[in-house]
């Protein structure tokens, strides 16, 4: 049958066949803390505040102005102002934390976040109810369906130790019961593999006081160790309802670890930038007393001539030298998430050549990327990654199991060694027949 187009040229698309492999979330936080429904809301307000059920979940927020709308924040301060004893004064107190720590991030450069809730901020949380449910999706249970989160901060932590006091001092927290509960954050970011801890000391600590409090958590030669940051001082900032109060940096931070993220890259390390939104801090620090805190890991926040108030440091708590360094962390991190989430296309595919090559070409091409962006270091690409997916690992054995195997080499920006890890898919077809 003669062709039904008119003399001309025509374009026929069609699909190269080849994989691409797109970068992972790098710049989403997830912030735990104490919020409660107030009886100042604005009912027609739009958005709409969050019902407590909602607020017990993570929600994804996209502005300040999201935040404050959707968790009471004007009408919390008004509460506050208007509230006649110390018990009530005390608990709407300690939903502040979790509003300048969403603030704090967003002032700082940060886009994007999720929030979940703890709706009763009169009551201490335990361990297991700040571990949550994953079938109510309710505390850190709540954000293993959230993938895209990489940075997990509880900035009402040491608020959660104790419960309200009617007294007029504000309790103390509970040094032992903080550490427990922080342990329960670092042991989600390890189990996850793609987030880590932004963890706060307790509240008016001195520089000994906290290198021996760092001390108290895991041992820095641990796996927990390498997805584990500790911030120290404390930040005293304007406050959103206009009082000024001392708060954990925590959310402060993660703004400035997006901040970094989008103008310079991940492979940057998130430090000698300035903390916005801050207008000091609880105390300041020598340069021998940076140094011996330093070593154990702790970051520390610094005040300098002409330079304000900077974060000036940039490490994990691991002492081992292949996690020593935050930002190397974060990016073997990003690199496996986002290998590991663009190949799950091979799931299900025949096990054999064709799959390898197409493996190795998505992965070479993804890695290439990153080097000319500056986040590997050598002269060419083989010296900056090696990527091996042949017959050489994946085996009879593997292939009779339903695996394919993807082993990838990178050498991160600081020293040139390279970190190892290894990108597994199951194909779901075996060699073996029964």
């Known amino acids: 049958m003669p062709s039904q187009n008119p003399p001309g040229v025509f374009v026929n698309e069609r699909s190269s066949g080849v994989r691409v492999i797109m970068g992972a979330s790098t710049s989403v936080p997830a912030f735990l803390g104490y919020t409660k429904a107030s009886v100042n809301d604005a009912r027609d307000a739009v958005p709409k505040p969050f019902t407590e059920a909602e607020r017990a979940v993570p929600q994804k927020i996209g502005s300040w102005q999201e935040f404050a709308a959707r968790y009471s924040t004007a009408g919390i301060a008004k509460d506050l102002a208007d509230a006649t004893d110390t018990a009530t004064t005390h608990t709407l107190q300690r939903c502040l934390p979790l509003a300048e720590a969403v603030h704090g991030f967003f002032a ?177 620090l020598t340069d021998d007393q940076h140094g011996e805190l330093n070593a154990k890991g702790v970051n520390c926040l610094r005040v300098f001539p002409d330079r304000g108030l900077l974060v000036w440091g940039a490490r994990t708590r691991s002492t081992t030298r292949d996690w020593k360094y935050l930002n190397v962390r974060r990016l073997v991190s990003y690199l496996s998430d986002s290998v590991h989430q663009s190949t799950s296309w091979a799931v299900f595919e025949p096990n054999d050549d064709r799959l390898w090559a197409t493996l190795r070409h998505s992965v070479t091409s993804f890695l290439t990327d990153q080097w000319r962006q500056g986040a590997l270091v050598g002269r060419t690409p083989d010296e900056a990654f090696y990527v091996i997916c042949d017959d050489t690992n994946n085996t009879s054995k593997t292939k009779e199991d339903g695996k394919v195997v993807c082993d990838i080499g990178v050498a991160p920006v600081r020293p040139a060694e390279f970190v190892h890890f290894t990108i597994t898919q199951l194909t779901g077809q075996g060699d073996k027949t029964t």
């Open 108 to 284: 700082n450069g940060g886009s994007t976040c999720y929030v979940v809730g703890f709706t009763s901020p009169q009551n201490a949380v335990s361990p297991q109810d700040l571990k949550g449910d994953t079938d109510t999706r309710t505390g850190l249970a709540g954000l293993e369906s959230v993938p895209e989160v990489t940075m997990v901060a509880v900035p009402s932590l040491w608020d959660m130790t104790t419960d309200a006091s009617a007294k007029k001092e504000v309790p103390a927290p509970d040094y032992a019961a903080g550490a427990s509960r922080m342990a329960e954050v670092v042991k989600h970011c390890t189990e996850q593999r793609n987030r880590l801890a932004i963890l706060d000391p307790p509240p008016a600590l001195s520089p000994a006081q906290a290198g021996a409090f760092a001390d108290t958590l895991a041992s820095p030669d641990s796996d927990e160790a390498a997805f584990t940051t500790l911030y120290y001082p404390w930040i005293t900032v304007p406050g959103v309802d206009a009082v000024e109060r001392t708060v954990p940096p925590c959310g402060h931070v993660a703004g400035v670890w997006a901040r970094t993220d989008a103008e310079r890259g991940l492979h940057k390390a998130p430090a000698n930038q300035a903390l916005r939104g801050a207008l000091k801090i609880d105390t300041a």
